[in-house]
């Protein structure tokens, strides 16, 4: 159907009106590019959130204050809850998790971020797998340590947290109690993670006087659904806190469920910027229709004699169709390039500021359907255009002036 | 003269209609997006600032440090004591100031239960300045007195049916920490999440639930009429730091001004509002190029009528004029259809908000500014776009250009 012949035509006025075609050609690649970048964040974080939900497995649900914010709930968890949810058919292992609003003094420097207790020396593993990192430095804290810590991430470099980088051995005063440095955690890739400062459970108790746990985590055992673990967790704890259903003051989720409301958040955030972005290639297609409106118009002489000479209506159409798919298509491969360039950009800039998690992620299905997309706007747009070409009448075009 | 110009450009737009049209949907496609963007985020932008509910410039609110992410004052480590309130009250320039608790609890009503924010109400002659800087009015019952024991006022949002599958009514019994009290006013709605979601009791009577011995969790200063605000401000930091023991420079807590106090959430929105605005820019400037490239045509077609134009007497200066007109209107006429479609989309989008969502958290806030700066905007970017192909028409020579076939 479509004749090299008559693909070279196609390339040679796209060459002869060269200008108009590199302004339509940008102006496709300027969306294609912003939409290359955006979809590359999108796919890297959703690409994160799978990978850590892969780390967390399906095993584990957190037991929470119903409320606006975890921190500072009038709502209490005590050892008896732990010992309720320990009795609960199926539940393997439960941690109990102190947060606290902390001072954190160095150097004369203060700064603010939490204080989490918890027995993880007992509780290793599963706090590993919920954080998704291990102590990368130093080492874990025994279990009556009262006076050590184990720092986030970020505490091991100068000017991320403190002016100075910190060491093991260093000390801290946290909330006015002096704690030398264990260990220091592997990077989250959140600001608020990677700030955080780990210590025992009887240092939470006993030096910081953290009365009730702000969050409980469960391993379910292996085997087990989780989602009917949860539910029977709930029913005990409410039994035990005295509380009718609906009425409750905590709630019961597993990971699962809170990385699919997360998910389905992100996706939605995701969609709406994108869809913006897809508005310019909007733009773009009614600048390829206008091109090619302009170029018929001003070939109308030379449509005529193809047409006197013998050339049928659909060759006609395919020229003109394949000159706009041919500016699209390039306008899209510029634009991908382009958009790779600045998602790989921006990308580090966000990883310096501290949001690691927050990279871009590139691979060919996404990359040959951005392709695929743009070749298709330039055909869609290109296409009343060329119909009007090829409906053109020999004698009405020979005559045009 | 500039009628003719006006008339010449006209004419030349309308002949060549559907091109004209197709230039003027990209700039309008652009101006509607960000038209209606912008408004709906400044409408937001607003809603945020309203949760801040002292919003009035003569205030300054002090918190103690920590990390904020619940309700003010939550996550201080070391809270603010009562004594300061009294200490402050005294200072030159202060008019009044009280001090208010904010807890996170749970309202159970008609055996639900969901997450309130409790706040204090204090108590005495201090009752009515509250009720106005926090401009606290009622859509039904009565405001709480002095010798009100187990009594409440909710925001609007627990009256909804669909919170506990009943309506709270004023006169409703409601269960806050295992006591009961009764509703006695309902507050008017005010878009504001602490507002609206607030349960307002006694101060003796929460200290006591909630087992508060002599803190505050925010501190309210209202300055005297005339006074010099960061005066003040200075004072009750000097008083502060000597009350807490800190150095200046490492201060444990913070005295702002309602704006500066939300500068830090409202920065994010900036910035993420921006980001969107850019994203929806670049439409704009895709239909910039469109216009540039339809002016290129156009200065092509028209090659032996600007011929005969500069033939008889027509100077550089007048067929440039007369190009950047045409892309100009070409920009303005985008501009304008883009402002009444983006308007109609934001109040569309607002009234669907308000219709099917039931949330009046999409608001639209189309300031003149904006309006008048999209349309000067759009006309810019026409203007720009048809430089250079008006420059290139100008500078044509009559000889050559009467000459020029297709």
Redesign the interface.
Known sequence: MIKPALVKYSFENIYKRRRRSWLTIVSVLIGIASITALISFGYGISFYVSSMSNKMGNDKIIVMAKGMSPMGSSVKFDKFDINTIEGVNGVAEVMGMYAISAEVEYNKEKRYAYLIGGDFKKHRTLLEELTTVEIIVGDPLSSNEKSKAVLGYNYQFADKIFSKPLKLGDKIIVNGHPLTISGFYGAVGTPDDDSQIYVTEVAAEGVFRATSYTEIFVRTSPGENATKVAEDVAKELRKHRNQKKGAEDFFVQTFEQVIATFTSILNVIIAVVILIAVISVIVASVNIMNTMYASILERTKEIGIFKAIGARNSEILWIFMTESGILSLTGGIIGVILGFAIAKIGGSIIASAGYGFFAPYFNWQMVASILLFSFAVGIIAGFLPSHKASKLSPVEALRYE | MIRDYLRLSYDSLMHRG??SW??I??IF??IT?VIS?ISLGEGLRGVVASQFNFLSTDVLVIQA???N???PG?????PLKEKYVDDIWRFNGVDIAVGRII????L?FN???E?A?VVSMPQGSKRKTVETIAQIELMRGRDLRDEDTNKVILGTNYVNADKFGKIIEAGSKVVI?GKEFEVVGILKKKGSFTVD?AVVMNEDELKKI?NVSDTYSIVAVKISKGADMSAVKEKIEDYLRKERNVKKG?E?FSVQTPQQAIKTLDSILFAVQIF?YV??G??I???G??I???M??SV??RTKQIGIMKSIGARNSDIFRLFLIESGLLGMFGGILGILCGLGLAYGLAFIGMVVLNTDLIRVNASMSLIVGALSFSFLIGSISGLLPAMQASKLKPVDALRYT?
């Open positions: 559907v091109r197709l230039t949907i990209g496609i652009g997006a963007l440090s920590g990390l992410y619940g309700p939550t996550g201080a480590v070391n807890e996170s609890s749970l159970e055996d639900k239960s997450a924010f920490k979601n909630f490492s444990d969107i994203i929806a670049i439409s400037v895709v239909g190029i469109g540039s490239n339809s290129y045509t092509t077609e297709k």
